[in-house]
C-alpha cells in the first residue's frame, strides 16, 4: 500500500496501534500480588507491610519486576484528614507518587459508619459491604472493585493497594470516590478534605455503555491479551484517546473499525476481534472507561518484532514502551 503524509495507520501483519505516556507514568505494574497478611482491625502504623512493587527502567522503556520490600507507615509523610470540615482525628500517608493513604478500614468507619468490613481469604482481599455498596481491595491490584465497577487508584499513575502492619491501605482519592464522596487538597491548611456522598456508586451493569464494553474489551484483549493489565489499559488508552480526537471518529465501535485510511487495527481484518475476551481484558476495559488513562496523548501504537510498516515511528513521535508494544503521540 502506498504510504502518504495523509496516510494515518500502515498495515501490519499483526498489531499496529498506538499509544503515548508521561515519562516516568508506568512506573508501577497493575498485575496483582498474593495478600501476604491478614486484614487487621487496627490502624498499625508503625508496623512493618509486606508486598510492594520494584520497577526498573532501561532507556524508559518499562519493564515490571516483582519483590518483597519491608515498609513502615512512620517512614512516609503524614497529613491530617477532615470529613464535612471536621477533624477526624485521621491521618493520611504520602506513601508513593505523592498518592495519600490511608486504611480501608478507617475510611469505611469514617463514610460508611455500620459497614461489614472483614478479610475474605478466598479472594484474598479486604471487603467493604452495605446494602447499597460491595468494594474490595486486593493489596498489589492497582484498583478498587465497587459494585462491579474498577477504580484505578490515582488516575495518570496507578499506585497499588498496600499491606502495613496487617492492614490493607488504599489511595483515599479513589477509595471515597468508590464510596460516592469526593476528596480535596487544602494547600492553606496542608489537609485532606472529604467530603461525604452518597455512600455508594452506580453498579457497573448501568453505568457502562454495553456497546462500549463489548467492543473495546474485544479490541483489548485481541491486540494485548497477552500483555500485562498495563499494557492492556494502554492499548484501551489510544482507543479512548482516539474517539476523543476530532481527527477519528467519534465512538468506540468507529474507531475499532475505522477504515478512512485503511485498516487500522488487524483483529478487524483477520476476526480476532470477535473472539471472547478474558476476565483480565474485561476489567482493562471498565477501567478505561472509568477514566483510567496510562497517556492522554497516546494515539498509535505498534509491536516492532511483526510490523512490516514503519511510518507509525517514522512519522510520529515516540512516547514509551510497554511490553511488546511500542506508543505514539
Known sequence: MKQNKYYRLPNTRRRHTILPMLLLT?????????????????????????????????????TETRSVETRTAGRYASVPVTIDGADTGHTAYIIENGVTFMPLRTIADLLLPGADIYWDRTLGAAVVKTSALTLTARPGDCYLSANSRYFALSGLYPSENVLIGGTTYVPLRSAVRAMGGTVAWNSTSNRVEITSGTGYVQTGDTYYDADELYWLSRIIYAEAGDQSLRGQIAVGSVIMNRVASREFPNSV?????????????????????????????????????????????????????????????????????????????
Request: charged content about 15%; proline content about 5%.
Open 26 to 62: 508506568a512506573m508501577l505494574s497493575c498485575t496483582a500480588l498474593p495478600a501476604q497478611a491478614a486484614f487487621s482491625n487496627a490502624d498499625n502504623t508503625g508496623q512493618a507491610i509486606a508486598a510492594s512493587t520494584a520497577v526498573r527502567t532501561a532507556e524508559y522503556r518499562v
Open 253 to 329: 465501535y468507529g474507531v475499532i473499525f475505522d477504515r478512512k485510511y485503511g485498516v487500522q487495527f488487524t483483529p478487524t481484518a483477520n476476526g480476532a476481534i470477535y473472539k471472547t475476551p478474558s476476565k483480565e481484558s474485561i476489567i482493562a476495559a471498565k477501567l478505561t472507561l472509568d477514566g483510567c488513562r496510562i497517556s492522554t496523548s497516546a494515539l498509535y501504537f505498534l509491536d516492532p518484532s511483526l510490523s512490516t510498516s514503519f511510518w507509525v515511528p517514522q512519522n510520529r513521535p515516540w512516547l514509551f514502551t510497554i511490553g511488546c508494544h511500542e506508543f505514539y503521540s
